[in-house]
């Protein structure tokens, strides 16, 4: 990246993302180590540790899918030992996804054990329409109201919205992350950062975001990584953020955990491993090994 002029993050961060991804694997491996414990020896406070936060992300759209095989789907998740999970709103009209969003509820109980994510679909007036309808859940967050780079809307709405709001996904670099805390109104002790480190460049884009953090008086667990993959379960448990995202049952056999890793409470804990422990992952592995 030495030349590269700035600007532009997009496709190209994906892809250093994904090289930066792969020589962190090695790195580890040659230190025959957990990449999460890799990381906190070389950049964290040398204290790390193996169980983390985790929520699993489902609950999409589609043709035929009601409220009964959304509950189902919730359902497995708490199954596996989840107690928070997210699903997705803005696919349907206001008063559906509120029945939708009440049909979740009565699985995982409370509020507080549910994100929901708009996925950056609405303007300003939907985002303030769905957050009025929104408050008296108390949910753990509500995801992506608007554009991602449209910290005004973010603004407005923090402003507005008493609970917890999460964004950041879709901001791949320091630059941006920046942008969002200096202007979109981001309380920081309230709301959720979500950086995907395979999308922004890597792990050496994610310490610079880190460090940036830092200086506007931001704690490192106040991220929540998007993605729900190993890279970002490694940074979390060695950086000390916040906890991760998941995908038990979709993008497999990418998403998950490792084959032996343990779910409780929301909590999971790693099996031993070296690396990312992508090799831990049996479906996974094999289908590389085919490939």
């Known amino acids: 990246m030495h030349n590269e002029k700035p600007g532009g993050h997009g496709e190209r961060s994906t892809a250093v993302g994904t090289l930066d991804m792969a020589v962190w694997d090695l790195v580890s491996k040659i230190e025959q180590k957990p990449l999460y414990k890799v990381l906190a020896d070389k950049y964290g406070n040398k204290q ?42 803005g696919g349907a009209r206001l008063e559906d996804d509120l029945k939708r969003i009440e049909s979740v509820l009565k699985i995982v109980g409370k509020g507080s054990n ?8 609405f303007d300003l007036a939907t985002a303030l329409s769905y957050a009025k309808a929104l408050e008296p859940y ?18 407005k709405l923090c402003a507005q919205y008493p609970h917890a709001v999460a964004t950041g996904e879709n901001l791949f670099s320091m630059q941006d992350a920046r942008n969002l805390i200096r202007y979109g109104g981001m309380r920081k002790e ?16 994610y310490l610079r975001t880190l460090d940036m953090m830092q200086e506007y008086g931001w704690s490192p667990t106040r991220i929540i990584p998007h ?20 995908y038990p049952n979709l993008f497999q056999p990418f998403g998950g955990f490792p084959d032996d ?12 491993f070296v690396g990312l422990g992508l090799e831990s992952k049996k479906k996974l592995r094999d289908l590389l090994h085919k490939l």
């Open 190 to 205: 309230k709301d959720w950062l979500q950086f995907d480190c395979s999308l922004s460049y890597g792990l050496v884009e």
């Open 227 to 246: 993605g729900g993959h190993q890279l970002s379960c490694n940074i979390a448990a060695g950086l000390n953020l916040g906890g991760n995202e998941i």
């Open 261 to 272: 890793a343990v779910v409780e409470n929301s909590f999971v804990t790693f099996p031993k």
């Open 138 to 155: 108390g949910l753990k967050w509500y995801e992506e109201a608007g554009d991602p780079l449209d910290y005004e809307l973010n603004a």
């Open 114 to 121: 549910l994100c929901v994510d708009a996925n950056g679909r």
């Open 48 to 89: 790390c540790t193996n169980k983390i936060f985790v929520y699993a992300a489902g609950g999409y759209y589609y043709p035929g899918k009601d409220i009964s095989m959304l509950q189902q789907e919730m359902q497995s998740y708490v199954d596996q030992g989840f107690t928070t999970v997210k699903m997705k709103i």
